[in-house]
Each structure stands twice: as structure tokens, then as C-alpha cells.
């Protein structure tokens, strides 16, 4: 298939009271930025009836109130928004977070060493030299879905899931990373953590980091986690945002 044609946009009804407009079938950069710059073009300009709206790599969901919001007048809408809506840049902010490779903290290390065909100390070098896109939130709250993952490192999530996992872990699984902010059994594998919270309820907004920031990864060992762990339980904010 044509990657034009791959990329239609396409409305897709949820229920009876949710649309869903699908950029395409990839994680990609430019689909994903086109999923933010409507959501933010609807944000700008809300629509009476439009109750919420949900981005994903590559699609948004619109939940709406039918009794307000027609359908047909809501793709209206919706398609009139997308003929004026520039994408903007593949990045928003950019920031740096700690993170701890240590075995005490990176419990999976080793087990994705092996899947990889490289040491330990490879699968840490590999994963904090990396640029990740912040594609979306969801599954738990604060649990940030991440792109941008080493080749070397994209190996399938476990077919069964392993028992939960720290606050704060840095998983693979499935060529995909992510930031998981909340213990839970998970298919996916632990390799690092850090002391940042991602989600506080004290914290205004609930959320540090949005959709579309890029995220990078700076190595500390277990005695400098414990410290900067302690500061963020004390409601600092721990990661470097850069101008």
C-alpha cells in the first residue's frame, strides 16, 4: 500500500459517543505530530459538546456528548480544523532525567542482555544514549510511552507477564520504551529507574512532561539514586529541561 494512502486520515466511530481520527498505522514522528496539532487546535477553538480528547502515536479520540454534538457536524468540524492546522515541530521541550543501570534497579538487565546478543553494560550504554520521543500518556497514570529505542535493543515483550515492577521503572519491550510511574505486573522488561516522578498529585497539572517532549537518560549509580530519590520524595523536580 502506498504510504499516501496508508496515511488518510480516517474517522472511526468508538461506542455511540466517542470519534476516533487516525492519522496512520505507524509510530512515527510526523503522524504523531499531527495527532498534537489537533488536539491542540481543538483546545484553541473547543467545539460545544466536545466533552475530552486522548491522543495516541497516531490517532485522537474525541469523546463527545451526542445529545449536543452531532456526528456528521463534529467530522465537519473536525475536517475544517485539519484543512487549517499546520503539525508542528517533531519536539517540544526537551529534558534529562537520572537514571540508575545498577542490578538493584535494572532487575531485567541481564535477561534483555541475552534476547540482545550484547552484555549488560551494552543494553545501559545503548538505552541512556538514546533521544526518545514522548509519544503519548496511558495504561496507568503518568505512564509515558516513549519512541525512539535502539535497534539492538527492540526485543519482543515477555509472553507472560513478570511480577510487578518498582515506582519510576524504564522499560523496553515490543521496540518501544516507556517510563512506567506506578508498580504492576507487566510484559515488558525492567533495565533502569529513576528517582523522577513523572505524575504527583501535588504537582499542578498532575503531569511534568507532555506529548511531544524528548526525553534523555543520565546515568547515576544506586548511592546517588538514593539521594536524588529522597529530594524528589520531598516534591523537588529532578530532571534538567533545556532551553
Known amino acids: 500500500m502506498p504510504q499516501a494512502e496508508a496515511d488518510t486520515v480516517r474517522f472511526l466511530d468508538a461506542a455511540e459517543a466517542a470519534l476516533v481520527v487516525e492519522f496512520g498505522a505507524r509510530v512515527d514522528p510526523d503522524l504523531n505530530a499531527?495527532?498534537?496539532?489537533?488536539?491542540?487546535?481543538?483546545?484553541?477553538?473547543?467545539?460545544?459538546?466536545?466533552l475530552e480528547t486522548v491522543p495516541t502515536y497516531r490517532s485522537l479520540m474525541i469523546h463527545y456528548d451526542p445529545l449536543v454534538l452531532g456526528r456528521d457536524v463534529l467530522v465537519a468540524r473536525v475536517t475544517d480544523r485539519l484543512g487549517r492546522t499546520a503539525a508542528p515541530s517533531r519536539t517540544g521541550r526537551s529534558w534529562t532525567l537520572p537514571c540508575c543501570y545498577d542490578p538493584v534497579?535494572?532487575?531485567?538487565?541481564?535477561?534483555?542482555?541475552?534476547?540482545?546478543?550484547?552484555?549488560?553494560s551494552a543494553v545501559a550504554e545503548r538505552h541512556a544514549q538514546g533521544s526518545y520521543r514522548v509519544y503519548m500518556y496511558g495504561f496507568a497514570p503518568g505512564f509515558a510511552y516513549l519512541g525512539g529505542l535502539?535497534?539492538?535493543l527492540a526485543i519482543p515483550r515477555r509472553q507472560t507477564p513478570r511480577p510487578p515492577h518498582p515506582a519510576n521503572a524504564l522499560l523496553v519491550g515490543g521496540g518501544l520504551a516507556a517510563v512506567a510511574t506506578v508498580p504492576m505486573p507487566t510484559g515488558w522488561y525492567v533495565v533502569g529507574r529513576t528517582p523522577e516522578r513523572?505524575?504527583?498529585?501535588?504537582?499542578?497539572?498532575?503531569?511534568?512532561?507532555?506529548?511531544?517532549?524528548?526525553?534523555?537518560?543520565?546515568?547515576?549509580?544506586?548511592?546517588?539514586?538514593?539521594?536524588?530519590?529522597?529530594?524528589?520524595?520531598?516534591?523537588?523536580?529532578?530532571?534538567?529541561?533545556?532551553?
Open 150 to 152: 535502539a535497534d539492538a
Open 105 to 120: 534497579h535494572a532487575e531485567d538487565l541481564a535477561a534483555v542482555a541475552d534476547r540482545a546478543g550484547l552484555t549488560a
Open 34 to 50: 499531527r495527532v498534537l496539532a489537533l488536539d491542540a487546535a481543538l483546545a484553541e477553538d473547543p467545539i460545544a459538546g466536545l
Open 198 to 243: 513523572l505524575y504527583s498529585e501535588a504537582r499542578p497539572g498532575g503531569f511534568l512532561i507532555e506529548p511531544g517532549d524528548a526525553l534523555r537518560f543520565e546515568p547515576v549509580d544506586a548511592a546517588t539514586f538514593a539521594a536524588l530519590d529522597a529530594r524528589a520524595e520531598a516534591g523537588e523536580v529532578l530532571a534538567r529541561r533545556s532551553p
